[in-house]
């Protein structure tokens, strides 16, 4: 995902949320504001034990050759119950549908006051009602997974579509909206023997040089 004219963008995302606060009624700004659709699919503490016990042993020189599989809930859990935690971002409900093509379908959940404060309209959000300032906003991400051949592997996410709400924004908006750590999310290290890493239908099949 590349950025272009970096301050402008932020300009036109900050005005466009402006926007919505003043004129409430706007169609616009009801559908950046609609509630999630649904709740975060549920995870349970086994699912997120067994994907730290997978990815761990990928480190392992006798797990070369070898082929790692985690399933959606397994993923689900490592993202909400571990990653967002171990990174500290501010997102909350972070959860991914696999959805093959090695693409994949990613929602969170942040705050309006707290949106506002990443695209600096901090001040605007202090003058909000409490109940407005704490009202959840859902960022929907879709997006492309690769695994960089550099010196240093990573898995990279290529961000394709983004939703605020029910309202498609530019995709490079994303990196305005959310806190850095949130942004680290979309790239990261790999052990150097991983070969591939292939989203396909409900799962994530990891594969590693011999």
Do not use: F, Y
């Given at each position: ?21 003043i004129?409430?009624?706007?169609a ?28 761990f ?18 993923l689900?859990a ?11 971002t ?9 959805v ?37 906003v859902?960022l ?6 690769s ?5 240093s592997?990573?898995?990279r ?20 909206l ?5 942004v ?6 790999l ?19 011999p």
């Open positions: 995902m590349r950025l272009g004219c970096t301050g402008c963008l932020g300009t036109l995302v900050g005005l466009a949320l402006v926007s919505l606060l004129g409430g009624v706007a616009v700004g009801l559908r950046m504001l609609a509630l999630p659709d649904a709740p975060p699919p549920a995870t349970s503490p086994a699912d997120g034990s067994r994907a730290q016990q997978k990815l042993g990928l480190g392992r020189q006798d797990r070369r050759g070898a082929t790692v599989t985690l399933t959606e809930a397994e689900n490592l993202l909400d119950r571990h990653l967002v935690e171990a990174g500290g501010r997102l909350s409900g972070l959860n991914a549908t696999l093959g093509d090695d693409r994949v379908d990613l929602r969170a959940r942040t705050s309006l006051e707290r949106m506002l404060g990443e695209v600096g309209l901090a001040p605007v959000a202090g003058v909000l009602p409490g109940r407005w300032r704490s009202r959840p859902q929907r991400v879709r997006g492309h997974v695994v960089e051949d550099t010196a592997r990573h898995l996410l290529d961000v394709e579509a983004l939703t605020v709400g029910r309202q498609p924004v530019p995709a490079p908006a994303l990196r305005l959310i806190d850095p750590a949130a680290g999310l979309l790239r990261w290290r052990p150097d023997h991983v070969e591939r890493v292939a989203i396909e239908p409900g799962r994530i099949v990891i594969r590693t040089r």
